[in-house]
C-alpha cells in the first residue's frame, strides 16, 4: 500500500543545534517533493520544493535532502530558534496524467519545539 | 505578497443543510485545490481544478461535493448536504501553471456540523 511517514509525532530541541526532520515513503513516485510550515489554525506556508532529479535544496537556514533510491527526504532547521516552534509537513507532488500539476499527498507532520 | 483568501473562517451548520466555502485564489494562477484536515489528522486532498473543470478528485470528493469558479476571481465548494463527518478544516490552494511549483494556502474554513 501506498505510505508517507514522518518519523516522530514531536521533536524537542535546544535552541540554536539543529533540528533534522524525516520523511520516508512507499509505493509513491514522487515528481517532486515539498515541505511546508503550518502553526495552530493556519493554512499550510510552502518552505521549500526539491525535484526528483535534484539532491539538496537550501534556503537561508533551510536544507532538504532528497533520495529517491531511499525514498526519503531529510529537512534541516540550523542554528534552530523558539520562532521556528511549528508543525512541519512533507508532502509529495505528483503529476496527472497529463503530465501536469497534480495533487499534494502530506505526511502527518512533525511538531517541533525549540526550547530557549 | 499575494495571498489566497478564504470566507467564512468559521462555519457552523445543521447536519443536512447545505454550505458553500469561498476562496479566492492568487489571481495570475491556474490550478485550484481543496484539501481538507480533520482534527489532529493530515491534510488530505479533496480535489483540482484548471480550466473551468476537475482536473482530479479523491474518494473523498463524492456526489455530495462540487466546486465552481462562478466569475474570474472566486472559487468555491459546496457540500450539499452535510454530514457530522464533514466536520473539518477546509483549505483552498492555488498554483501557476508550470509543474512543480508550490501551492500556496488559505488560513482555511473551520467547519463544524451539529
Known amino acids: 500500500s501506498q505510505k508517507i511517514e514522518q518519523n516522530s509525532e514531536a521533536l524537542n530541541i535546544q535552541e540554536g543545534k539543529t533540528a533534522t526532520l524525516t520523511c520516508n515513503y512507499t509505493n509513491y513516485s514522487p515528481a517532486y517533493l515539498q515541505w511546508y510550515r503550518q502553526d495552530p489554525g493556519r493554512g499550510p506556508v510552502f518552505l521549500l520544493l526539491i525535484r526528483e532529479n535534484e539532491k539538496e535544496k537550501r534556503k537561508e537556514r533551510l536544507k532538504v535532502t532528497f533520495d529517491t533510491t531511499l525514498k526519503q527526504s531529510l529537512f534541516h532547521i540550523t542554528a534552530s530558534q523558539p520562532a521556528d516552534s511549528a508543525t512541519y509537513l512533507c508532502?509529495?507532488?505528483?503529476?496527472?496524467?497529463?503530465?501536469?500539476?497534480?495533487?499534494?499527498?502530506f505526511g502527518k507532520g512533525t511538531k517541533l519545539s525549540v526550547k530557549p | 505578497e499575494p495571498e489566497v483568501t478564504q470566507t467564512p473562517s468559521h462555519q457552523v451548520t445543521q447536519m443536512g443543510q447545505e454550505v458553500i466555502l469561498r476562496c479566492v485564489p492568487i489571481?495570475?494562477?491556474?490550478?485550484f485545490y481543496w484539501y481538507r484536515q480533520i482534527l489532529g489528522q493530515k491534510v488530505e486532498f479533496l480535489v483540482s481544478?484548471?480550466?473551468?473543470?476537475?482536473?482530479?478528485k479523491s474518494e473523498i470528493f463524492d456526489d455530495q461535493f462540487s466546486v465552481e469558479r462562478p466569475d474570474g476571481s472566486n472559487f468555491t465548494l459546496k457540500i450539499r448536504s452535510t454530514k457530522l463527518e464533514d466536520s473539518a478544516m477546509y483549505f483552498c490552494?492555488?498554483?501557476?501553471?508550470?509543474?512543480?511549483?508550490?501551492?500556496?494556502f488559505g488560513d482555511g474554513t473551520r467547519l463544524s456540523i451539529l
Open positions: 490552494a492555488s498554483s501557476p501553471l508550470r509543474e512543480g511549483q508550490p501551492q500556496h
Open positions: 489571481s495570475n494562477h491556474l490550478y
Open positions: 508532502a509529495l507532488g505528483l503529476l496527472n496524467y497529463g503530465g501536469s500539476q497534480g495533487n499534494l499527498i
Open positions: 481544478f484548471y480550466n473551468n473543470e476537475i482536473s482530479e
